[in-house]
């Protein structure tokens, strides 16, 4: 099978990076639950999205999610009346804020069953 080479964000075509998927500027707020969390939920904005995840700011006041941990976030979408619910799982943190992967609900529920189990 051939291997065919997209630019990645940064414009490289350089095989031994992997290849990101395009992200979309965004700025819709977001309510944020961390499974097992007895914390309140965090108000945050969505600053892009991509298929695979996103990047979410959160204020200097708002407490944050920790790497590995299990988020459940609620986009309401005013301008077209509805929301959308997401799992996913936080990658990274930095002072802005953090990183989420998308997951599907099965997988999800999959990882949480290991780490019980660990």
Same mark, same amino acid.
């Given at each position: ?34 499974? !097992? ?43 077209? !009346? ?14 802005? !804020?953090? !990183? ?19």
């Amino acid at each position: 099978m051939s291997k065919i080479l997209r630019q990645n964000a940064e414009g490289n075509s350089d095989p031994s990076r992997p290849e990101r998927s395009i992200r979309y500027s965004t700025e819709e707020i977001l309510n944020i639950e961390i499974y !097992g969390s007895n914390q309140s939920p965090i108000i945050a904005v969505m600053r892009n999205i991509s298929k695979s995840g996103a990047f979410v700011e959160i204020g200097q006041s708002s407490s944050r999610p920790s790497k590995g941990q299990f988020i459940r976030g609620v986009i309401n979408l005013d301008s077209i !009346g509805k929301s959308r619910i997401f799992n996913g799982e936080v990658i990274w943190v930095n002072e802005d !804020g953090f !990183g989420i992967s998308f997951m599907r609900k099965e997988e999800l529920v999959q990882k949480i069953m290991s780490k019980v189990s660990a």
